[in-house]
């Protein structure tokens, strides 16, 4: 049975970083895509990054630049680095496997406020 749980969340200011974590436990194979996305408040879910298990990323426009997923394969962890946080940031993320069932976390609720 693979279990996906995220860590990390908080409250930090505009302009500041916080790094989310997802352990993933159980067996997913060699083949997999690994994913963050989030929800605001009244809003749909989104996607937010991708990460595949050759390596390649990929990530949405309003995060580009700012936002990295990184995983340590060895671990079984998948990482968002999130930088130059914005209040528009403030959503409950998900980490979310894919190999080909999908897997989703219970979130972890990430505010952005002065």
């Known amino acids: 049975q693979v279990q996906v749980v995220e860590s990390g969340g908080g409250l930090v200011q505009p302009g500041g970083s916080l790094r989310l974590s997802c352990a993933v436990s159980?067996?997913?194979?060699?083949?997999?895509?690994m994913a963050w996305h989030r929800q605001a408040p009244g809003k749909q879910r989104e996607w937010v990054a991708t990460?595949?298990?050759?390596?390649?990323?990929n990530y949405a426009v309003a995060v580009k630049g700012r936002f990295t997923i990184s995983e340590d394969s060895a671990q079984k962890m998948v990482y968002l680095q999130m930088n130059n946080l914005r209040p528009e940031d403030t959503a409950v993320y998900y980490c979310?496997?894919?190999?080909?069932?999908?897997?989703w976390g219970q979130g972890t609720q990430v505010t952005v406020s002065s």
């Open positions: 159980g067996n997913i194979g060699r083949a997999y895509v």
């Open positions: 990460l595949t298990n050759s390596g390649a990323t």
């Open positions: 979310k496997v894919i190999n080909p069932t999908t897997y």
